[in-house]
């Protein structure tokens, strides 16, 4: 489902919508085990806030710092997606606001799925990657809701386009995936990497200042 700007603010089209998301879908089916480990592990980065707000603790430094540098080691993935299942397993804080609940249960599980039976890498990279999406339609429905104050959410049949937010992440993924099918663009890598995890902690401190 699609979530309303509610502010006037420029939805993509849906014919833009398609071409993304086909381009998505094409480099996720053809990027080697390293780059989809890159790739996770970018994503797994923009959700740390999230995890942090929903255990009410800090995420250990060292994971912090492996998700950061995009060190492509599956074994290393191994320990901190470990480390991050602790912190998800943990009952949800107090303090967490109903509005968050549906964000913080999506970055949980990001992490839950990958411990389950028959894991494989690029299945599991796939679901991070829609994750991700729905928490960023998810943040935008909450930071410019309705005219009666209310999140507005539509079917996807009924409001196809991409919400700004998940636009933004949309295109990220898709060059991020680009980038790591040529093996160029280490500091453009990262600075997809840096601004991903600031976008969502922005909102995040945004919704949590309002709730």
């Not at 949800?92 to 890498?121: H, K, P, T």
């Not at 998810?138 to 636009?167: K, Q, S, V």
Request: proline share 4%; aromatic share 6%; net charge negative.
């Amino acid at each position: 489902m699609s979530a309303s700007s509610g502010d006037g603010g420029r939805l993509l089209p849906s014919t833009d919508l398609d071409a993304f998301h086909g381009s998505l879908a094409q480099a996720l089916h053809r990027a080697e085990q390293d780059s989809l480990i890159r790739f996770a592990s970018i994503c797994l980065f923009k959700v740390v806030p999230i995890i942090e707000v929903r255990s009410g603790c800090t995420v250990d430094e060292q994971v912090t710092e492996w998700l950061r540098s995009l060190e492509a080691e599956r074994e290393t993935l191994t320990e901190v997606l470990r480390s991050l299942r602790d912190i998800v397993e943990r009952p949800a804080s107090e303090s967490v606001s109903d509005e968050l609940s549906d964000a913080c249960s999506m970055a949980a599980e990001m992490v839950r799925r990958a411990f389950e039976n028959g894991f494989r890498i690029r299945e599991w990279a796939d679901w991070c990657s829609t994750l991700v999406l729905d928490i960023h339609q998810e943040f935008d429905a909450l930071l410019h809701p309705g005219d009666n104050g209310a999140p507005i959410f539509y079917p996807a049949a009924e409001r196809p386009e991409l919400t700004p937010m998940e636009a933004l992440e949309l295109r990220d993924q898709v060059a991020a995936l680009d980038l790591l099918r040529r093996g160029v663009g280490s500091d453009q890598l990262s600075a997809i990497n840096e601004e991903g995890n600031a976008r969502v902690a922005s909102a995040l401190s945004r919704i949590v200042g309002w709730c």
